[in-house]
């Protein structure tokens, strides 16, 4: 109940394409939902975040959307660059309790 | 966005040592956090830290690991007897005192034992 479940594993995106990372979750007591960008040996850093209340968050070239019904979350980064390569996280909250963390997808962005 | 600080940013310990990883948020907060992150894995829940107890852990945090405010200001985590399997990269977090919802990680204390 606690898990959040994060795909793909890895994306290979072109520079100027869309990357769209999903995840879904189980427990109706989350009522945050952060994504994290994280680079190699760096810690995670907060990249945007949505409340289930919303059903789409936009934030320069990143989106959230949020589907509550479906208990489900993308994240979507519009014209991709290089430097957004990196792993991102998805994650969820619930009051003061800890935040559980998506398994991760290792984003790619070609030249 | 507030700053974490975590220090050594590298420990290299023998098997059954004792290690000691230090936290420095700038600014004051009440929630504290550790996670860890085993290469390429997912980052993990450790424990949880407010108002100078520990409000929720994983079982990951078993009795080999203890976490201490001993200051005030740093916020410590303790391994007792490392064992190899606590090879990982080690993220301080706090809880922003603002909005009392996101959360800043500091940039990880990487321990291998060896």
């Known amino acids: 109940q606690q898990q959040v479940k994060q795909s793909p594993q890895s994306l290979i995106v072109q520079k100027g394409g869309i990357s769209i990372i999903n995840c879904a979750y189980e427990?109706?007591?989350?009522?945050?939902f952060p994504w994290y960008q994280q680079f190699p040996g760096k810690g995670p850093a907060l990249l945007i975040a949505?409340?289930?209340?919303?059903s789409e968050k936009k934030e320069g070239r990143f989106t959230i959307s949020f589907n509550k019904s479906a208990k489900q979350f993308s994240l979507h980064i519009m014209d991709s660059q290089p430097g957004d390569s990196a792993t991102y996280f998805c994650a969820a909250l619930t009051g003061f309790q800890k935040l559980v963390f998506g398994t991760g997808t290792r984003l790619l962005v070609s030249p | 966005e507030p700053e974490v600080t975590q220090t050594p940013s590298h420990q290299v310990t023998q098997m059954g040592q004792e290690v000691i990883l230090r936290c420095v948020p700038i600014s004051n907060h009440l929630y504290f956090y550790w996670y860890r992150q085993i290469l390429g894995q997912k980052v993990e829940f450790l424990v949880s830290f407010y108002n100078n107890e520990i409000s929720e852990k994983s079982e990951i945090f078993d009795d080999q690991f203890s976490v201490e405010r001993p200051d005030g200001s740093n916020f410590t985590l303790k391994i007792r007897s490392t064992k190899l399997e606590d090879s990982a990269m080690y993220f301080c977090?706090?809880?922003?005192?603002?909005?009392?919802?996101?959360?800043?990680f500091g940039s990880g204390t990487q321990l291998s034992v060896l």
């Open positions: 427990n109706t007591a989350f009522d945050y």
């Open positions: 949505i409340r289930p209340d919303v």
């Open positions: 977090a706090i809880r922003d005192r603002a909005t009392n919802e996101k959360l800043f």
